[in-house]
T-cell receptor, first 113, second 110 residues
């Protein structure tokens, strides 16, 4: 089974802190994604990566950056956390062919105070 | 850009059939996917349509009409455990990245 793990299930940070969210997948998938999920808004794509060191902006990249130094690991960075970044963050990976199936991690509930 | 519309809530009784519709506007299209998410859980893949027609997987079926930019998820013989949020999503772009609808909360009543 594909397994996607995220470094923390819950995280509380202060405004202005730099925040790192880590995601690791164990199926040698080419593509990895970061989403945030807010009530009534569904899942919104922040950034994605289709290869090591390659990244592209999604729909809401402002205030975020990413890093993919190894194929299995994709990090989301909040350079200076703000209260409007309080959200559920979901990481996913996919093979990038066939039926577009994405495998999601359990999510990180981030609260910025 | 992409946009998808689906109903925000649907309620049905155990054993019934329910259809969740999804309309989309997209500048690129690989296929229409459906994901299920229980409260507190991660989204999980349910089905995928790249071509027009119906795909069946057990109690769940999904339909796509590319000419109408429309699809639906059909859930039969509803069970209490089907109470969850259901998201349609369109795949496009270099990584076949998904754009998700805002989700439909399905409540199954006894």
């Amino acid at each position: 089974d594909v397994k996607v793990t995220q470094s923390s299930r819950y995280l509380v940070k202060r405004t202005g802190e730099k925040v790192f969210l880590e995601c690791v997948q164990d199926m040698d998938h080419e593509n990895m994604f970061w989403y945030r999920q807010d009530p009534g808004l569904g899942l919104r794509l922040i950034y994605f990566s289709y290869d090591v060191k390659m990244k592209e902006k999604g729909d809401i990249p402002e205030g975020y950056s990413v890093s993919r130094e190894k194929k299995e690991r994709f990090s989301l960075i909040l350079e200076s956390a703000s209260t409007n970044q309080t959200s559920m963050y979901l990481c996913a990976s996919s093979l990038g062919q066939g039926r577009d199936e994405q495998y999601f991690g359990p999510g990180t509930r981030l609260t910025v105070t | 850009g992409q946009s998808l519309e689906q109903p925000s809530e649907v309620t049905a009784v155990e054993g019934a059939i329910v259809q969740i519709n999804c309309t989309y506007q997209t500048s690129g299209f690989y296929g229409l996917s459906w994901y299920q998410q229980h409260d507190g859980g991660a989204p999980t893949f349910l089905s995928y349509n790249a071509l027009d027609g119906l795909e069946e997987t057990g109690r769940f079926s999904s339909f796509l009409s590319r000419s109408d930019s429309y699809g639906y998820l059909l859930l039969q013989e509803l069970q209490m455990k089907d109470s969850a949020s259901y998201f349609c999503a369109v795949g496009s772009g270099s990584a076949r990245q998904l754009t998700f609808g805002s989700g439909t909360q399905l409540t199954v009543l006894p």
